[in-house]
């Protein structure tokens, strides 16, 4: 079965900083997803990415998916305040059967005013 | 625009005791519906998903059961509960899209 292993496990950054969170497949990746969690809360949709090579970015917040459409990388560029929380990563699970997401174990990030 | 809503926010039960924990999806139609589990340490676990009305498919073996009686309407239930179901549980849907949307979720506490 597909497992999503992300790292690092939590990170403590002060404002201002850039920061990098990633997620690596033991399979080949059909669809990516980064979701942000404030602790007790639903997950928000960040982005997807599907494509090797693919990168979006939104706001100072961008994801990249490596040729192999193995790994992915979430980054932040001057953290603030605002971007505190539980970053997961998700994935097809099933070789892309729509909806069965695998998620990581998460990334927890506070930032530092 | 699609909004979904999972109710009661926090939960404590006994062991033993039942569950029922709803989710309604408004502003889509046929979506596809998922209960999702976060245990501590553990990550989001997929425990049913929904292709319509009646058509429950579980995930993980437990002590937990899914009903869909309506086209936008997730149930999750138990008959006893467990000290090992207390968690986080989060309802989500898709419709078209690849990405799942997710509701605020339920913290379940069992005691």
């Known amino acids: 079965s597909q497992e999503l292993e992300q790292s690092p496990q939590s990170l403590i950054v002060q404002e201002g900083k850039n920061l990098t969170i990633n997620c690596t497949s033991s399979k080949t990746l059909y669809g990516l997803y980064w979701y942000k969690q404030k602790y007790g809360e639903g997950l928000i949709f960040l982005m997807m990415?599907?494509?090797?090579?693919e990168e979006k970015s939104h706001e100072k917040i961008t994801a990249k998916l490596d040729e192999k459409k193995q790994q992915s990388s979430l980054h932040i560029t001057a953290s603030q305040p605002s971007h505190a929380g539980i970053y997961l990563c998700?994935?097809?699970?099933?070789?892309?059967?729509?909806?069965?997401?695998?998620f990581g174990k998460g990334t927890k990030l506070s930032v530092k005013p | 625009s699609q909004t979904i809503h999972q109710w009661p926010a926090t939960l404590v039960q006994p062991v033993g005791s039942p569950l029922s924990l709803e989710c309604t999806v408004e502003?889509?139609?046929?979506?596809?519906l998922y209960w999702y589990r976060q245990a501590a340490g553990r990550g989001l676990q997929l425990l049913f998903y929904s292709v319509g009305i009646g058509q429950i498919s579980s995930e993980v073996p437990q002590n937990l059961s899914a009903s869909r009686p309506q086209d936008r309407q997730f149930i999750l239930s138990s008959k006893k509960l467990l000290l090992s179901d207390s968690g986080f549980y989060l309802c989500a849907w898709s419709a078209g899209q690849p990405e799942a949307f997710f509701g605020q979720g339920t913290r379940l506490t069992v005691v």
């Open positions: 502003g889509t139609s046929n979506p596809n």
């Open positions: 998700g994935a097809d699970g099933n070789g892309g059967s729509q909806g069965n997401l695998i």
């Open positions: 990415l599907q494509k090797g090579g």
